[in-house]
């Protein structure tokens, strides 16, 4: 009886402290905004992560702006949590925050954009190859053109912010030694669908009408969104008039593909969290350092991948 006794107290004590110290884990959240449907799934799935694990997130919405992020980072720093994850809108500027956040010992996870600064300034990246999510688009285009002529208008991320920057690189990589294929206009969408829409619209202007346009590459599924809507205001069918080849698979663009407005676009997983918190809890309990780069995959879809089925797998995934 007294063993009995004795094994549901040591099991209950255990298991006492395995709630103890998942619930004591404070993390500090600094989100970009929700420019995006992608923003808002990966905004979602964090949040539910780290209820799943017990893990109090202390939430702020920089509303795009990086003075905003640092000013929430540095609240996060006085708060004392115990690690913070920031997704870094521009790719510059952090080291003096980090810097801040690594004197207090507070290990900082990047979610879903790189930076540039020295890696010793965060624990971890948990992002994408964005050069290859632009390779992939590209390479995508250069098979279904053929030899044919290409005029190419590119709907840019954020400006400065490192999707924009690699995404863009990563296509024209893949464009390179191509010379029926051309980028004729570029410009910013802001990763948002009103200026994707509103981008395409003086796209469309300044060529005429749009007819020699072949096809949209657009650094995420938002900006092809609106720019499908810009094109069929102007009387042109998007999908096979003008091709549209994007990056996130948020549901609407598998919804646009299989009304044949849409062609490809590539994934990015919205759950950068879990990945996250799984080295974050391994490094508080015994200090075991993840790699500085934790990557996730980067899967071409088509309109042959059944963009319905696509589009109801993803309601699960915080969309
Ligand atoms: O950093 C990831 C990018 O940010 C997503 O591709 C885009 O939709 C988002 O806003």
Known sequence: MKKALAAVTVAFTACLASTVSAQSLTVGFSQIGSESGWRAAETTVTKQEA???????KFADAQQKQENQIKAIRGFIAQGVDAILVAPVVATGWEAVLKEAKEEEIPVILLDRQIEAPDDLYLTAVTS??????KVAGDWLVKEV??????????QGTTGSSPAINRKKGFEEAIAGHSNITIARSQTGDFTRTKGKEVMESFIKAEGGGQ???????????????AIQAIKEAGLKPGSDIKIVSIDAVPDIFKAMA???ANATVELTPNMAGPAFDVLEAYLKDKTEPPKWIQTESKLYTAADDP??????KKDLGY
């Open 212 to 226: 020699d346009i072949c096809a949209v590459y657009a650094h995420n599924d938002d900006m092809a969104v609106g």
């Open 259 to 261: 009304d044949g407005e």
């Open 308 to 313: 319905m089925k696509v589009y109801e797998s």
């Open 51 to 57: 209820e799943k694990r017990g893990i109090d997130l």
């Open 146 to 155: 053929g030899d044919k002529d290409c005029k190419v208008v590119e709907l």
């Open 129 to 134: 190859d964005q050069v290859h999510e632009g």
